[in-house]
């Protein structure tokens, strides 16, 4: 009969304690482009106890390599030859990126509680993927559902592809002006 209560009483205090110190994933609410080459994150906070609080995020960006084919073809409803650039992608997309980030940001929250952060010296027509994790005193969170990203600039030109879980956003910065004055627009289009 002791060793049932003592068993019983072990396992109520190891699931305490897991509960305790268990961590949800944050959401990233966004990831978007930031002249000069730099990307803007943001992301929700996790729920936390006050007697145990998030010290801090980590967001993770990996850049994630690319192939490309090149071809002479019939463009235009088939009238002009041009070359065609296929680009693909090497890693598949998945929750499970076990590779080592290519770059980690530290956010200490105590100190701000913004959630959101630059990230500056982002290569143009690079694939990255960005992640964010929080994290305690000496425990780290789980992962939050990756995004990949991509800033193509070419002359003239600048467009940010944009990949989630639930589907692909393609956007388009330029400016409009009204009365005279330069304001940033941006075109969004979710398929």
Not at 4 to 14: D, E, H, R, T
Not at 30 to 50: D, H, I, K, M
Not at 52 to 62: A, E, L
Not at 116 to 141: A, P, S
Request: proline share 6%; glycine share 6%.
């Amino acid at each position: 009969m002791v060793r049932k209560f003592v068993l019983l009483s072990l396992l109520i205090s190891i699931s305490e304690g897991r509960e305790g110190r268990y961590l949800d994933a944050p959401e990233v609410k966004s990831v978007s482009l930031v002249e000069p080459e730099g990307l803007y994150v943001q992301w929700s906070p996790v729920t936390q106890r006050q007697d145990d609080p998030v010290i801090g995020y980590k967001i993770r960006i990996w850049e994630i390599p690319e192939s490309s084919d090149t071809e002479i073809q019939l463009i235009n409803a088939n009238k002009f030859p041009g070359v065609i650039r296929d680009e693909k992608v090497q890693q598949t997309f998945s929750m499970n990126n076990s590779n080592p980030a290519t770059r980690e940001v530290i956010i200490n929250s105590q100190e701000s509680k913004l959630y959101m952060v630059t990230v500056d010296k982002i290569k143009y027509n690079t694939i990255y993927e960005v992640r964010v994790l929080g994290f305690k005193r000496d425990v780290d969170g789980p992962l939050s559902v990756p995004v990949r990203i991509k800033i193509v600039k070419g002359s003239g030109y600048q467009v940010v592809l944009q990949r989630t879980m639930s589907g692909c956003q393609v956007t388009v910065p330029a400016e409009v002006e009204y009365s005279g004055d330069p304001y940033p627009y941006q075109y969004n289009s979710f398929f």
